[in-house]
């Protein structure tokens, strides 16, 4: 298939947190909000006069320092953050809004606060308490929680607009992007896909670490490029695979799934579009700050969420992208030492294996995945596990 136009750019801009987008919107005075987790709705990090960026370290080699502040028996990412940020890698932010979310995170936040990793004046960080439920309970909490830990700082601090005009402004923003994301994703559908799973990653991610207002002409172009694009008349891959899991912010790594005859076709993961880039509907029967917040913990598959009705519609949540994207098998990838994956993998592997009936790939991964030799063997294997069964079920 013929290059899209875009792709070589975002590629190179994706090399660096503080990236041209974003340095030309806080040129124009726009305020950079940082963001660790999705459990902080992101909708309300880009209201009028700010922008989200989510948190990556891309180019990482050694993680000596954060491995010293935050011990080698912690998160790969969130070490990865932390030696970033002592390198001076965060200084353009204006603020960093974090969850109380998991212990590992949280230490590293608290290292990035610690030692005063950003001089700027203003700059500050906050923590907020996310629930573990998504019953009315918690809503209740996680609307007070985003209401004075995130839009009364940053009204305080930096005069952010936050009325039920300025939310409603930013969730329209937020939702065309989503509608593009997703609507550039269903061309991964059917027997001769018009964009790879590795494309589709690379504009995927970058709506997460770039002003959206910025990201909206790169993928309404885009989507015109696809509709009129050309399949290959032979697909280079062998299998379809639905991959699930913790962040992946590592270009690399989709990239290796799919040249060793794997497609992604769906993106189940902290930087994917399921359920990130799910549209946020709203009604007139609450104010906006409670419709969000509802939105977030009823659409939320982190496996944080530990009620009953959230465990197994994870598992179900998964089956349904398998169905609609027509997957052959599922990948599991977990982040090495990441608690909350670390029992969902292990669980959801089997269970979609041995009760649902899909080949699975269970992956505990690095960071950084580079040319993994390992990784790539595995990945080999599965895909060939997968034709010798389409073979035997003839």
Request: aromatic fraction near 8%; proline fraction near 4%.
């Amino acid at each position: 298939m013929k290059d899209l136009k875009h792709l070589y750019d975002l590629e190179n801009l994706l090399t660096e947190a503080n990236n041209e987008l974003v340095r030309q919107a806080q040129e124009a005075g726009q305020i950079a909000v940082g963001n660790v987790c999705s459990l902080i709705p992101e909708v309300l990090l880009d209201l009028p006069g700010c922008f989200s960026v989510r948190l990556r370290a891309p180019r990482t080699g050694s993680m000596e320092v954060g491995t010293y502040y935050m011990t080698s028996l912690l998160c790969e990412f969130c070490r990865a953050l932390v030696e970033r940020a002592v390198e001076g890698g965060y200084e353009f932010l204006d603020c960093i809004i974090a969850p109380d979310a998991c212990a590992a995170m949280n230490r590293a936040v608290e290292n990035m606060d610690l030692l005063k990793t950003c001089n700027k004046e203003k700059f500050f960080i906050t923590y907020s308490d996310v629930p573990m439920k998504d019953d009315e309970t918690a809503l209740r909490h996680y609307v007070k929680q985003m209401r004075i830990r995130v839009l009364e700082p940053l009204h305080e601090v930096y005069g952010i607009d936050i009325s039920e005009e300025a939310l409603g402004r930013a969730v329209e923003q937020h939702n065309k992007v989503c509608r593009l994301i997703r609507e550039l994703g269903e061309y991964r559908k059917g027997e001769k896909p018009r964009i790879t799973g590795y494309e589709f990653h690379v504009f995927c991610l970058a709506t997460y670490v770039c002003p959206k207002a910025a990201m909206i002409p790169i993928l309404e172009d885009t989507l015109k490029q696809v509709k009129r694009r050309r399949p290959d008349e032979k697909s280079p891959f062998r299998a379809r695979v639905v991959l699930a899991g913790s962040e992946i912010d590592d270009l690399d790594f989709i990239k290796l799934i799919e040249d060793n005859g794997a497609m992604v076709v769906a993106d189940r993961h902290c930087f994917g579009s399921f359920p990130g880039r799910a549209e946020i509907v709203l009604n007139e029967n609450e104010d906006l700050l409670t419709q969000i917040c509802r939105h977030y913990i009823t659409v939320g598959q982190c496996p944080r969420y530990m009620n009953t009705e959230k465990i197994n519609g994870r598992k179900d949540y998964v089956d349904k992208l398998a169905k609609e994207y027509e997957a052959d098998g599922i990948i599991y990838e977990q982040m090495k030492f990441c608690d909350y994956w670390g029992y969902e993998r292990m669980a959801a592997s089997y269970i979609m294996e041995h009760e649902y009936g899909y080949p699975v790939l269970s992956v505990d991964r690095p960071y950084v995945v580079g040319t993994s030799g390992q990784l790539r063997t595995r990945v080999q294997a599965f895909v060939e596990s997968i034709e010798i069964k389409k073979i035997q079920g003839r």
